[in-house]
């Protein structure tokens, strides 16, 4: 105890230090705000009550928002069927012998740890490099982060389901898969749909920033229109992602709320 | 007599010195075996080892003759006993029918085990063992919404499908109220007798098990206390166990 607590002091010591060593590298002399910044923000501040409302561009808004809807749920279902396959797998739910079981499960959690180490926007660059600018490109950068992520978490539930039932179905005569049928995935389904809701939910957010890398959608629209200095524009997409956000997260409350009444 | 279950010097320690140490037994076909005496006295080991839960220590487990060690886990050993607990252990997320339905597993394969979570399979068998415990209306019903009670009858109806020769019960009334403690137990008193079925539970309540049972052992700290039938368990025995229960506590 006293050894951990020793070594936690130093490196807090190093912390500090670093952070104070990090100071010496600002050029105080400039100023470490821009001050010419700030009329700018002002500006874009004000533009908020001010968005543009246009028929011509909130067509186009709406377009882009659906597109970004489009890479989102294409890349959630490519990262659910990895997520479930992967997921199972290195829950070692369904091996019976331990060495199967032990390959399984290692394999498995090597794989999703492959697939989540890379960020998605990282996937989104070297699938740019080996397919090119598509759609493709960004449903696939999408699903296997996600992927991979959806995995791990649905192999913890997995292997974290209550054991009663489950000793109680074995009782019963049923084989391993057959327990992961009747008792396993029912009795966690309602938390791995939770769960993949929350991820739909952040995959719209990286589905607008994959814009960003020449993917079209929100963030494109977003970026022509900062680029332009419309910030009145601007706004009108970001209200629409913040509308989305919560029409996304109403509904997911009203699936939870109906899977466990 | 035939014998159901025969335990041969049966060991189970556990590191608290609970468990059992040793205990012999042998178990009648058709007989109503009640285990009665204190939290700690081992009847969930007991009851355990007769369901192949865990192996004894020491001593041998036969059931109708055969050594369960043995015996096949899955169908082999699921077609000879059945066991249903205090916390029923269903799953709340699955329908009625389903959870009723899984006493059938040990029978079926992959495809009829998934066809039957959409069309449920046997379904006629399922139905029988439904209207027997009361609750064919609530087929489709998701089961987190039964009550307490009506739970403990689905988990009795599951034991009906799997169709077992030796019926176990863990405390099955425990988490009952006394009226639905002794529908319970007529029910399921009445289909060992209607089916010929061997039937051993563990209860706390000496009174119910006077009542529903024709035999009765008592167990302390792992040993057998008395065996005799419950017509001939007086009230000084049942005394000596309350007084033991007082001082455990």
Not at chain 1, 167 to 178: D, K
């Amino acid at each position: 105890m006293t050894g951990l607590r020793s070594s936690r002091s130093i490196l807090t010591i190093l912390l500090l230090a670093a952070f104070g060593w990090s100071l010496t590298s600002v050029d105080w002399r400039e100023g470490v705000l821009n001050v010419q910044g700030t009329p700018a923000l002002l500006e874009f501040l004000a533009a908020a009550v001010r968005p543009v409302l246009t028929p011509a561009f909130l067509g186009r808004a709406v377009a882009a928002l659906w597109q970004t809807v489009a890479y989102a749920v294409a890349g959630m279902t490519v990262a659910l069927l990895i997520g479930a396959v992967l997921g199972t797998l290195a829950s070692g739910a369904l091996a019976h012998r331990r060495v199967a079981r032990f390959g399984e499960v290692v394999g498995a959690r090597a794989t999703l740890g492959l697939l989540r180490a890379i960020h998605e926007l990282v996937w989104a660059w070297l699938f740019i490099a080996a397919l090119g600018l598509s759609p493709i490109t960004g449903v696939l950068a999408l699903g296997v982060a996600y992927g991979g992520i959806l995995g791990l978490i649905f192999a913890q539930h997995l292997a974290d389901a209550p054991t009663a039932p489950l000793r109680a179905l074995q009782a019963a005569g049923a084989r391993p898969w057959q327990a992961f049928l009747y008792g396993r995935l029912p009795l966690v389904l309602p938390d791995l749909v939770s769960y993949a809701l929350y991820r739909f939910e952040c995959a719209l957010r990286a589905a607008a920033v994959f814009s960003f890398v020449g993917l079209g959608g929100l963030g494109a629209e977003l970026q022509l229109s900062l680029r332009e200095l419309n910030y009145g524009e601007v706004w009108t997409l970001l209200f629409l992602l913040i509308a989305l956000i919560v029409a996304v997260d109403w509904w997911s409350g009203e699936v939870r709320r109906r899977m466990t009444t | 007599m035939i014998e159901a279950v025969r335990l041969e010097e049966v060991c189970r320690r556990y590191p608290n010195g609970a468990g059992l140490h040793p205990v012999s037994l042998s178990i009648g076909v058709g007989e109503t075996v009640a285990i009665v005496g204190p939290s700690g006295a081992g009847k969930s080991t007991l009851l355990s080892l007769i369901a192949g839960v865990f192996p004894p220590d020491t001593g041998r487990v036969f059931l109708h003759g055969r050594l369960l060690a043995d015996l096949a886990p899955g169908r082999e050993l699921a077609r000879l006993v059945g066991i249903v607990h205090q916390q029923f252990d269903l799953v709340p997320q699955l329908s009625v029918h389903s959870n009723v339905l899984a006493g059938r597993l040990g029978e079926w394969g992959l495809a009829r085990s998934l066809l039957s979570l959409v069309v449920p399979q046997d379904a006629a068998l399922a139905k029988r063992a439904l209207e027997r415990v009361g609750l064919l209306d609530r087929w489709n019903e998701r089961t987190s919404r039964l009550s307490g009670g009506e739970q403990q009858r689905v988990a009795l109806a599951r034991l009906l499908v799997q169709n077992p020769r030796i019926i176990l019960a863990d405390e099955p009334v425990a988490s009952l109220d006394p009226a639905r403690a002794e529908d319970l137990l007529a029910l399921l008193t009445g289909i060992a007798a209607g089916e010929g079925k061997t039937l051993i539970a563990s209860l706390h309540s000496v009174a119910l098990a006077r009542r529903f049972f024709n035999r009765i052992v008592a167990l302390r700290a792992g040993l057998v206390q008395f065996d005799r039938p419950a017509a001939e368990v007086a009230d000084d025995d049942l005394a000596e166990i309350y007084a033991l229960e007082d001082h455990v506590r």
